[in-house]
């Protein structure tokens, strides 16, 4: 079970999430979608929560309220450092979590140290009692939901390439258009030329025939 939790900041909608023991943290760290924050008790015990941010949203997006919402939620559930008055909490972005074989369940290292931001919180149960009201508990299919996150990115992938081609495309009929128009006018108007050169010609002839006739 993936326990769920609702959130409005700054008019936006954001979803955290968290599993029940660390064998569906396993799960959720096998799972997580690219765009999600996970936040962790600095070196204590504690449930593993995720942010999913919106689209196109980063790390350095996050309001400073949505941030501590996040970190007293984990905070709130460790065992240890819930009894403290502060703690410190570390997050990162999904992607920098590294998971080896020679880890126990539910434990996780970082491909970056400098990706990862240290906080330090001070209890505040009314934050995470606010929280704890819009939980929601569900059975989940976490592979299928990123399986099927996945193939919406490749497909909208593919709709912006394929915008884009008919965008050059368009782009290079119009430029071919505008080639033909000014070989067009260049021609008129070599036209137009020859055309008067014609007439000054003749005009020189009919004075060269009136002056013999003088």
């Known amino acids: ?14 979803t955290l999430y968290m599993g029940r023991d660390k064998m569906e943290n396993e799960e959720l760290l096998r799972w997580g979608h690219p765009e999600d924050i996970w936040f962790h008790v ?25 941030v501590d919402q996040c970190c007293q939620l984990v905070k709130a559930n460790s065992i240890q450092g819930c009894k403290l008055s502060s703690t410190d ?8 979590l590294k998971k080896t074989g020679d880890m126990v369940a539910g434990q996780v290292g970082f491909h970056s ?35 099927q996150r996945d193939r919406e ?14 965008l050059q495309k368009k782009q290079r009929e119009e430029e071919k258009k505008a080639k033909e128009m000014r070989s067009y006018k260049l021609l008129e108007t070599d036209n137009e030329q020859m ?12 004075r060269e025939l009136i002056d013999d006739f003088m």
């Open 1 to 14: 079970m993936v326990f769920y939790f609702k959130t409005v900041v700054n008019g936006r909608q954001y």
């Open 42 to 66: 600095d070196k204590l015990s504690s449930a593993h929560v995720y942010l999913r941010l919106n689209k196109n949203e980063t790390v350095e997006d996050i309001p400073k309220e949505l």
């Open 89 to 96: 909490v570390v997050y990162t972005p999904y992607p920098n």
């Open 113 to 147: 140290n400098k990706r990862v931001i240290k906080v330090t919180v001070e209890k505040n149960n009314e934050v995470w009692k606010k929280l704890e009201k819009t939980r929601e508990e569900r059975e989940v299919d976490l592979r299928a939901e990123r399986e």
């Open 153 to 166: 990115e490749r497909e909208e992938k593919r709709k912006i390439e394929r915008e884009n081609m008919e």
């Open 195 to 206: 055309t008067a050169n014609h007439f000054d010609n003749e005009s020189d002839a009919e």
